[in-house]
């Protein structure tokens, strides 16, 4: 019976049984300020969620993750959901942030739900309650595009819980060049700074970027330094990627996840030196990651398509 150490456990019998699969975590805004406890303990209100994060942090757990609150309707069977104090016009707190970057800490370790946004019912990851239509209620609101842009930041964070930063060689202060398609140079430094010449700017490591919500990826100072810049097709955007396998997203190149959760299937060490030691925009709408292989004899090229699928 899987029920989240740490947290107030609140269990309330408004629910059905056994879940067919655990594709990820859904995000829900309460609309109202309060525990949800006394109306999802009432099963005459058809009602209940998984779990329910207060303003203050403080996290619920109504259901047992393994079996079906009444949430999401016809998506109840394949997501866990979470409740959210607060209204859509709201964005969350720093702390509701953080307590969804833990819930889904646990959700990766118990259930393998992959570090990614979910924006359809059929794609595992961090979803949003509207993305499921009429059938899962026709909430198309819910949560509000405020909260619905906060999920990357979770992620984000829940990236950095399961990958903390770890000792790696500090590469030469030498700066990292990309030719924009457009025209034009974006030029990355290892402390995650950005100078353009000649092409659009978008943003640095841990400055506010206009271009992307409040606590996207973007917005935290690199945990290892930066080795590789490179432009999306378009040219108004850009990916960097640290020595830890972490991606900083800018503009419109879109944050497929970290690298690390594909290190164990490429074998890829960190601070090794076969380490990740670059980055570029894929033909398929992702990004290409370049590895040293010095047994090679040459680099090693991984790609990640804009569904977040890898290829060698």
């Given amino acids: 019976m899987p029920w989240m150490p740490g947290v107030v456990q609140k269990p309330v019998p408004s629910h059905s049984g056994p879940m067919v699969e655990h594709r990820g975590l859904v995000l829900h805004v309460q609309v109202g300020d309060g525990s949800c406890y006394g109306e999802f303990d009432n099963p005459n209100n058809q009602a209940s969620s998984t779990w329910w994060i207060a303003k203050s942090g403080v996290i619920e757990q109504y259901v047992d993750s393994d079996i079906m609150a009444w949430t999401e309707e016809n998506g109840n069977p394949y ?38 946004l979910s924006e359809s019912p059929t794609a595992h990851g961090l979803g949003w309650h509207g993305m499921g239509g009429l059938d899962w209620g026709g909430h198309f609101g819910c949560p509000g595009d405020l909260r619905k842009a906060q999920r990357a930041g979770a992620l984000w964070l829940a990236s950095v819980s399961l990958f903390p930063p770890v000792l790696v060689p500090q590469p030469s202060e030498v700066d990292m060049l990309a030719h924009c398609p457009t025209g034009g140079i974006v030029v990355a430094r290892p402390n995650g700074s950005v100078y353009c010449e000649g092409a659009g700017y978008y943003g640095s490591c841990g400055q506010v970027n206009p271009s992307k919500p409040p606590g996207g990826p973007n917005a935290f100072v690199p945990s290892s330094p930066i080795v590789g810049v490179g432009c999306t097709p378009s040219g108004h955007g850009y990916w960097l990627v640290n020595a830890q396998g972490l991606i900083y997203s800018f503009g419109d190149a879109p944050w497929l996840g970290p690298i690390p959760k594909y290190l164990s299937v490429w074998g890829v060490g960190l601070g090794t030196a076969n380490g990740i030691v670059g980055v570029a925009s894929d033909d398929r709408g992702g990004y290409t990651i370049v590895t040293d292989n010095p047994a090679a004899g040459a680099p090693s090229i991984y790609h990640i398509d804009s569904s977040g699928q890898y290829t060698r």
């Fill in 79 to 116: 997501f866990d959901s979470v409740e959210t104090e607060g209204t859509p016009d709201e964005p969350l707190t720093d702390a509701q942030v953080l307590s969804l970057a833990r819930i889904y800490v646990w959700g990766v370790h118990q259930y393998q739900w992959p570090l990614v």
